[in-house]
């Protein structure tokens, strides 16, 4: 029960972060200051769903990695159908996936450790 309260609670998390980033991203436009365009927007999506698996493993203080896969499986799976709604390529939104359950898992392991 508390492992799903603190993915939970990662979730909220990561969902302020989204908010917050793109408000920025919003009043800086980002493509124009950088033009690196999908890049900055990856980076960013990639920080916060470590910030937030961190977060949750740290209230949980054990099972790191599976905290953090499964925040991160559900904010993948978020993405996906995000990105396939905008009809983006699926092999970029798979690669994108696989890359944030790295991340999740990777974080989720530290977030214990701290």
């Not at 508390?2 to 793109?22: D, E, F, K, W």
């Not at 991203?25 to 990856?42: E, H, K, M, P, Q």
């Not at 977060?55 to 559900?74: D, E, H, N, R, V």
Request: charged share 5%; proline share 1%.
């Amino acid at each position: 029960m508390r492992q799903s309260y603190c993915v939970l609670s990662g979730i909220v998390l990561a969902l302020v972060l989204y908010l917050l980033v793109s408000l920025v991203f919003g009043i800086i436009n980002v493509t124009s200051v950088w033009d690196l365009g999908r890049f900055v927007y990856d980076i960013s999506h990639y920080l916060i769903v470590a910030v937030a698996a961190v977060f949750a493993a740290k209230k949980a203080a054990g099972q790191g990695w599976l905290i953090g896969f499964s925040l991160a499986l559900i904010l993948a799976a978020i993405s996906l159908a995000v990105h396939w709604s905008i009809g983006e390529p699926i092999f970029n939104q798979i690669v994108r996936s696989l890359i944030t359950l790295g991340v999740g898992t990777v974080a989720g392991i530290f977030g214990v450790n701290i």
